[in-house]
């Protein structure tokens, strides 16, 4: 990897790439003080992109990384700066803010520079520009219990090769221009038609490989003949988010990826995609597929367009009004085409079995985090009751726990990636013989970490780690108790604990 030698970053995006796991992987050098990275007035956007990092219990920040133990502890990170003063880290709180930009973490953070450690004490600000660098937020998305940012979502679009139906016959997507006809299916009427095309669009993403794989940016790969005979016709690739088409609805791929006709391509990590927008949104043919055109929800700015031509688009469209199908995602129409192909799939291969099932854990390993990222175990459980022991002065706690998504935990058809950790109900604290009521997590603006109203009255889910403001009751030197009513809990993936560790 090249080392970052006087980056200036204003008003764009810049990229580092590692495979963090070789012998030595350089972030940024930090021999010479000459090597860093300048955050311009335009502010900017820089991305850590890990190509296959396999380390845990990520609690330091890393400049550079000349270890094996260094390397480990590095995972993928994306940050903006808002082009507004001096980069800096803050941590205050639990709350790690880098040049405006927060992140709730339950640890204190390290800064590695050079080998020369900087911690982050709870109320202090470090300006890293008097240390001559600045910083990434480096953790994993959906583990660890950190909330960092996601990057943008990769739209629904065709990787590069796909083969669109025109009347003139099947034409690779990267020759598609401006003012060329394709092939449209008009599901009302059962008949073909053809639309001009009246944008194209082009753009490069990178997998980031920690995060859940629909959100990755993995492009799912689905097999020749996966659907039935003939479709598609050849390996078609996609992005998760690709709609196809059947029964008259388009149905994101991401809900029918079976792991063994449908899957993550987890062998390509970066990629160009492309996508057409025809001038109504319609239903299109790719690699003999039903498939979608480019409905324009918001993310065209994220695309370059193509050719020679150059056309101003009006304006954002939804998928109520303008979508050339209705879109459904609901459980019962999505798992019986799911089914179907995963047992088309498992036919194809001589499987009789589907692909490997997650482990699967009841317990959600409940415990409570302070300001200063002491773990608290329940000294006492009793059913859905659990009761901590709190030191004076403890103002707010996190509740942390194992969290899991629907979509993983039951499967893709069911359109719920939301991580839930536990349905927290009645909440009280008993210090010096006195009970208090504490409601937080049920009021309408709820603190950090906590799912919105789900219409279950009087309790509310954690997303495995929240914020729970406790006030002042135990100040003066007070110890209190407190107790939580847990009502649901799990089940949740082995594998993918959202469980904080000690450090």
């Not at 764009?12 to 010479?32: D, L, N, Q, R, V």
């Not at 590095?74 to 405006?100: A, D, E, Q, R």
Request: charged residues 20%; glycine residues 10%; negative net charge.
């Amino acid at each position: 990897m090249t080392d970052a030698v006087s980056t200036n970053v204003s008003g764009g995006e810049t990229y580092y790439f590692g495979a963090f796991g070789s012998t030595s992987t350089t972030i940024i050098s930090t021999t010479e003080h000459n090597n860093y990275i300048t955050i311009g007035d335009g502010g900017g956007k820089i991305r850590w992109l890990n190509t296959g990092n396999t380390g845990s219990g990520v609690y330091t920040y890393y400049i550079s990384a000349t270890t094996k133990s260094q390397q480990d502890s590095l995972s993928i990170g994306y940050f903006v700066f808002p082009g507004i003063g001096t980069p800096s880290v803050n941590y205050k709180g639990g709350v790690t803010t880098i040049s405006g930009y927060s992140s709730q973490y339950q640890f204190g953070i390290t800064l590695v520079l050079n080998w020369n450690y900087f911690n982050l004490v709870d109320g202090t600000s470090t300006d890293l520009s008097s240390l001559g660098y600045t910083i990434a937020d480096i953790g994993r998305y959906g583990q660890e219990q950190w909330d960092i940012p996601q990057h943008e979502t990769t739209p629904a679009c065709f990787l590069s090769g796909s083969m669109i139906r025109t009347p003139k016959g099947d034409m690779v997507v990267e020759n598609i221009k401006i003012g060329d006809e394709v092939v449209t299916f008009d599901w009302k009427s059962n008949k073909e038609a053809t639309q001009p095309v009246v944008w194209v669009g082009k753009s490069h993403t990178f997998v980031y490989a920690n995060m859940p794989d629909d959100a990755a940016g993995y492009p799912v790969r689905i097999l020749k003949d996966a659907i039935t005979d003939g479709v598609p016709y050849k390996d078609m690739l996609i992005t998760a988010e690709h709609c196809l088409f059947f029964k008259d609805s388009f149905v994101p791929v991401r809900m029918l990826v079976n792991g063994v006709s449908i899957f993550y391509d987890k062998s390509i990590t970066s990629y160009d995609y492309y996508h057409v927008e025809t001038e109504q949104h319609s239903v299109i043919m790719a690699d003999g597929m039903l498939t979608e055109s480019y409905l324009d929800t918001g993310n065209r700015s994220s695309f370059r367009q193509e050719g020679k031509i150059v056309t101003l688009r009006g304006a954002v469209k939804s998928w109520e009004g303008d979508a050339g199908a209705p879109l459904n995602v609901a459980r019962s129409f999505v798992e019986p085409l799911y089914r179907a192909l995963e047992w088309r799939g498992n036919s194809a291969s001589c499987s009789h079995s589907s692909a490997a099932q997650p482990e699967l854990t009841t317990d959600p390993d409940l415990h409570l985090v302070t300001e200063t990222g002491a773990i608290i175990r329940p000294m006492r459980q009793n059913a859905q009751n659990y009761n901590f022991m709190l030191p004076p002065e403890t103002k707010s706690v996190r509740i942390v726990s194992r969290a899991s998504r629907p979509s993983d935990v039951i499967g893709p058809f069911v359109d719920d990636r939301r991580f839930m950790g536990v349905a927290v109900g009645e909440i009280n604290l008993q210090c010096a013989k006195q009970h208090h009521a504490i409601t937080p997590h049920l009021q309408t603006e709820k603190p950090a970490g906590w799912q919105a109203d789900m219409g279950w009255d009087g309790v509310a889910w954690t997303t495995g780690n929240a914020e729970l403001p406790l006030g002042d009751y135990l100040s003066n030197g007070k110890m209190g108790i407190l107790s939580l009513t847990v009502r649901a809990a799990g089940p949740y993936i082995v594998d993918n604990q959202k469980t904080a560790k000690s450090a």
